[in-house]
T-cell receptor
């Protein structure tokens, strides 16, 4: 069945380091892909999304490219800040034969000053 | 717009009691979702509605859980009887459709003693 797999955390980096959080998916059809972020004590909020192959989503310095050939949607940021400390969720949704929304387990990110 | 409203941020109850969580989605959104988040199990989709009709309740853990959406602006998630293992943060989210961004409420932290 459809699924989302993201790297387990926690991930700990120093400020200004380069960030990659891996996300791969399995899905029939053509899903939309999302990254959500959850700051402490808050609900999830959309960080970026991509709706078709080769699309690049970007926001707040974060980027992710929809790679159909590798079924991946890795999240990257060139220089992280302490304020980026949060939990990041990769997700997909499909509306082909079966409507589905699937979240990954989340990756906790700690940025050290 | 005020966003998704979950007016109760913290709920404490005793084992065996009935607890009802409430949610007001963003006006005009056709989809409403209920999630549960715990450290052990992560983020779990419990049920979602389309135009007030339950579409997929396969994530509802057992018969003690029920959800309703009597109109487009209100939904409830009821647990009867509650148990300590139901302690979690419960999020409500809404979206225009399944492949669009979900907007999450702030969550209700439930503690069952």
């Amino acid at each position: 069945g459809d699924s989302v797999t993201q790297m387990e955390g926690p991930v700990t980096l120093s400020e200004e380091a380069f960030l990659t959080i891996n996300c791969t998916y399995t899905a029939t059809g053509y899903p939309s892909l999302f990254w959500y972020v959850q700051y402490p004590g808050e609900g999830l909020q959309l960080l970026l999304k991509a709706t078709k192959a080769d699309d690049k989503g970007s926001n707040k310095g974060f980027e992710a490219t929809y790679r159909k050939e590798t079924t991946s949607f890795h999240l990257e940021k060139g220089s992280v800040q302490v304020s980026d400390s949060a939990v990041y969720f990769c997700a997909l949704s499909t509306s082909d034969r079966d409507d589905k929304i699937i979240f990954g387990k989340g990756t906790r990110l700690h940025i050290l000053p | 717009d005020a966003g998704v409203i979950q007016s109760t941020r913290h709920e404490v109850t005793e084992m065996g009691q009935e607890v009802t969580l409430r949610c007001k989605p963003i006006s005009g959104h056709d989809y409403l979702f209920w999630y549960r988040q715990t450290m052990m199990r992560g983020l779990e989709l419990l049920i979602y509605f389309n135009n007030n009709v339950p579409i997929d309740d396969s994530g509802m853990p057992e018969d003690r859980f029920s959800a309703k959406m009597p109109n487009a602006s209100f939904s409830t998630l009821k647990i009867q009887p509650s148990e300590p293992r139901d302690s979690a943060v419960y999020f409500c989210a809404s979206s225009l459709n399944l492949w669009e961004t979900q907007y999450f409420g702030p969550g209700t932290r439930l503690l069952v003693l």
